[in-house]
């Protein structure tokens, strides 16, 4: 589902309300957003944002960055850290920022040359 918003603040609140109006996560705790858009649209502003407002006990922005001299099985077992740690809250962000980097994505044939697609617990 695309949809389209006039101004950031107002996607932002739509996402707060989506969250926190949602009885699913309450029951099982779980609920994924996928921000997509251009390089430098403000997407992890946005999802930061979003968990400044949402006061979220759990909060940690995960970056290709933080990753770039770890090999595949040690970027596995961060990640892995990162969302076995989540789990000890009732409400947690984990920002995924650069997902295609994290992943070793090459856009020549489209492919994931990253072994974190196989690895999975």
Known sequence: MELKFKKQNDYLDFLVKQITGNPSISKHGVFSILIEGKTSAGKT????????????????????????????LEKCGELNTLFNDSEKSKLSVIVLDDLESIMSYCSLGQRYQSGLTEQSN
């Open 45 to 72: 502003a946005l999802a930061v944002d979003t968990a400044i407002k949402l006061d979220a006990p759990f909060t940690r922005v995960f970056s290709s960055f933080d990753l770039i001299a770890m090999s595949e």
